[in-house]
């Protein structure tokens, strides 16, 4: 039988470590793709090698990108404050290009390998007004994909695969607690401590925070302070 591979972008988060365990469930052999972008929180970086061995995947590749050498987001710039309190239209913490940087490589990974699907833990239900989240951009890159690349060209079609983009938060938290997936490994907060711990006040962890609740499941998030 010919393996099923699959690239898996793994950032350390709740969203991704769902997403992994979605694609092994489905029966693919997954290589995990994370990047070291120059990202506030170095403590993601550590919670996605956690997950990815405790998930049992084929490989997990961390890459080395620059996107503070731009900036324009409070996630790679540390003179730009990480927002504590809701705030209208797209925030600060959306950080420009990344998932389009993000997916191009696993695009090109996807092709090394001979990968067909590439999955990524998007959503458009709870999440924070960032435009790459969308199920229109997941789209739009798909075709790109297959208009760049020579497995698009020869007629091995790549797919982007966004299980999670109809989902809210609650259900995310149910289907990853049913698949098993250990959420005390994932760190998810824009402004975690080195030691994992989540500042409790972004975003990022009242979404996290709020998916627990409404799954009636325990979180098992650890908190600074």
């Not at 591979?5 to 991704?16: E, F």
């Amino acid at each position: 039988m010919t393996t099923k591979k699959a690239v898996v972008l793994l950032s350390g988060g709740l969203d991704s470590a769902t997403v992994l365990a979605m694609a092994r469930a489905e029966g693919f052999e997954c290589y995990a793709l994370g990047f070291d972008y120059g990202q506030r929180s170095s403590a993601e970086l550590a919670a996605a090698r956690r997950v990815a061995a405790d998930q049992e995947t084929r490989e997990h590749k961390v890459v080395q990108l620059g996107l503070g050498a731009i900036g324009g987001s409070a996630l790679t710039d540390d003179s730009i404050d990480v927002p504590e309190e809701e705030t209208g239209g797209i925030p600060v913490t959306y950080v420009p290009a990344r998932n389009t940087v993000f997916l191009s490589i696993a695009l090109g990974w996807a092709e090394v390998l001979g990968a067909q699907d590439i999955f990524v833990g998007v959503n458009a239900v709870d999440y924070s007004g960032y435009p790459d989240c969308r199920p229109e951009y997941i789209e739009a890159f798909e075709k790109t994909a297959n208009l760049a690349t020579r497995a698009g060209v020869e007629g091995r079609g790549l797919r982007i695969r966004a299980p999670l983009m109809e989902m809210s938060k609650a259900d995310i938290v149910r289907r990853g607690t049913e698949l098993g997936v250990d959420y005390s490994l994932t760190v998810s907060c824009y402004q975690a401590r080195p030691d994992g711990a989540a500042c409790g006040r972004c975003d990022s962890c009242r979404l996290r925070a709020a998916g627990f609740t409404e799954a009636g499941l325990a979180d098992p998030t650890i908190y600074a302070g």
